[in-house]
């Protein structure tokens, strides 16, 4: 795996992880930020043939 696979895949988890928060602590607003950084990744990572599963 090269550095760019490995450093989206690990900033998706990390999004993914920070969703959870955010929706646990009923904070509707960085919900979104983090779900709108999220699918941004995830674009990113379709665009480069990158493959994630979605846990969020």
């Known amino acids: 795996m090269d550095a760019f ?10 999004t ?6 955010a929706r646990e602590a ?3 607003l960085l919900a ?5 950084e999220l699918e ?3 674009r990113l990572a379709d665009e480069h043939g990158v493959r994630y599963r979605v846990s969020a």
């Open 26 to 28: 009923g904070d509707e």
């Open 32 to 36: 979104e930020v983090e779900l709108a």
């Open 5 to 14: 696979t490995a450093g989206i895949l690990q900033r998706i988890r990390n």
């Open 40 to 42: 941004d990744l995830q």
């Open 16 to 21: 993914e992880a920070d969703l959870v928060r």
